[in-house]
Nanobody
Framework: QVQLVESGGGLVQAGGSLRLSCAASGLTFSGYTMGWFRQAPGKEREFVAFIRGSGGNTLYADSVKGRFTISRDNAKNTVYLQMNGLKPEDTAVYYC????????????????WGQGTQVTVSS
């Protein structure tokens, strides 16, 4: 069965950095587009970034472009999200997910989700 396990969240001051990891098992990892989404309290889950299976194609939400970098290591079945220049508005639970079909920026396109990892940015 497919499992996604996120790690790396925590509390950081504004301007700081965190690196999230998502370890996948139970699937042919390199065959899947992987996405990162986030959900802040009282808000809908929103797209952050995705990366194609080969790692050669990525896309970012405008709100994180230039600050966040998504990458993957297919040998380790792991996708990463390097977050630099963090802002208080980045505070959210961050989720990784595997895309099943459809538009890769839509959460409905993703079939398997991790449990999430909390990122809190203090001002």
């Amino acid at each position: 069965q497919v499992q996604l396990v996120e790690s790396g969240g925590g509390l950081v001051q504004a301007g700081g950095s965190l690196r999230l990891s998502c370890a996948a098992s139970g699937l042919t990892f390199s065959g899947y587009t992987m996405g990162w989404f986030r959900q802040a309290p009282g808000k809908e889950r929103e797209f952050v970034a995705f990366i194609r299976g080969s790692g050669g194609n990525t896309l970012y939400a405008d709100s994180v472009k230039g600050r966040f970098t998504i990458s993957r290591d297919n040998a380790k079945n792991t996708v990463y999200l390097q977050m630099n220049g963090l802002k208080p508005e980045d505070t959210a639970v961050y989720y990784c997910a595997t895309r099943s079909s459809g538009q890769a920026t839509y959460s409905a396109s993703y079939g398997y989700w991790g449990q999430g990892t909390q990122v809190t940015v203090s001002s």
